[in-house]
């Protein structure tokens, strides 16, 4: 299938948003990938250009920064080109007692999570609508279904991007522009050691969660949450899945509490 649309990713650089800029590349759509390390994401758009034979940009941008989706869209547009997908994939997290966090750290998840992921959904999102064509998929977590106890602030983010999503999507679908959420359970990334905890011993392998992603994009589903395990612990009672959160989160974090 030969394709000319572009999709722009956030957080491409590792994880998750690399495994999504291959499995893009191999169905032939160029890209615009974003994140703070430029030379990362340079030498990845080496190897896809090279391997797929697509165009591929870099941006470099800290979007845990005030105005950062403004930035990106502004960027977008000097370089002359159209995003027909956007992946809001960059986030962030901590564990650790909420009183004990550095507040700067709740600002940066807060930042990172919601509020440019929401700024950068509008603005893409006026562009798609402009178009009456466009899609959107938005990365939670199966942490949106229920409390975090240990990393509430970051649970609470999924929450809302799992909710804004869902809305979205009903409110996009008159112009032709789908929403899909992403939810991931544990998955075997930078995520973990990012956020001061030890993986998950059956954490997935984030090419699984990416191939997911795609096929529930593709196919306009709401929510994709990737995995037979992970599918079970969303429908689980919420008091009864916050009380593993918050042995699971205790016993996975590094430092010692
Ligand atoms: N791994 C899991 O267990 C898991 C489970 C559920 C949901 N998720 C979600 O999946 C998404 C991807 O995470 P991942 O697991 O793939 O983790 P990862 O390997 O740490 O990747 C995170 C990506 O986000 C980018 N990023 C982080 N902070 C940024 C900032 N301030 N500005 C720009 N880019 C930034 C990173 O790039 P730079 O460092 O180069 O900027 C990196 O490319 C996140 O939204 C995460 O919450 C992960």
């Known amino acids: 299938m030969e394709n000319k649309e572009t999709v722009l990713i956030t957080g491409a650089s590792s994880g998750i948003g690399l495994e999504l800029a291959k499995v893009f590349a191999f169905h032939k759509f160029d890209l615009i990938l974003v994140s703070r390390s430029i030379e990362k994401l340079k030498e990845l758009a080496s190897v896809l250009k090279n391997d797929y034979e697509v165009n591929v940009q870099v941006i470099e941008y800290d979007l845990s920064k005030s105005g950062a989706a403004k930035g990106i869209?502004?960027?977008?547009?000097?370089?002359?080109?159209q995003v027909d997908m956007l992946i809001n994939n960059a986030g962030t997290g901590i564990v650790?007692?909420?009183?004990?966090?550095?507040?700067?750290?709740?600002l940066e998840i807060m930042q990172l999570n919601m509020i440019t992921l929401t700024e950068m959904t509008k603005?893409?999102?006026?562009?798609?609508?402009?178009?009456?064509?466009?899609?959107?998929?938005?990365?939670?977590?199966?942490?949106?279904?229920?409390?975090?106890?240990?990393?509430?602030v970051y649970y609470a983010s999924k929450a809302y991007v799992l909710s804004f999503s869902e809305a979205l999507s009903i409110e996009l679908g008159q112009y032709n522009i789908t929403v899909t959420a992403l939810c991931p359970g544990a998955t075997r990334t930078n995520y973990s050691k990012n956020a001061g905890k030890k993986d998950m011993p059956n954490a997935m392998n984030p090419r699984r969660v990416a191939l997911a992603a795609y096929e529930g994009l593709i196919n306009n589903k709401k929510i994709v949450v990737p995995g037979i395990a992970n599918k079970i612990l969303i429908r689980l009672p919420k008091r009864l899945v916050s009380?593993?959160?918050?042995?699971?989160?205790?016993?996975?974090s590094i430092s010692k509490r």
């Open 123 to 152: 603005l893409f999102s006026r562009e798609m609508i402009k178009r009456k064509r466009g899609k959107i998929l938005n990365v939670a977590s199966t942490g949106a279904f229920s409390p975090g106890p240990f990393t509430a």
């Open 96 to 106: 650790g007692f909420f009183h004990e966090i550095e507040e700067s750290k709740d």
């Open 243 to 252: 009380k593993i959160n918050f042995k699971t989160q205790k016993k996975l």
């Open 73 to 81: 869209f502004n960027k977008v547009k000097s370089m002359n080109l």
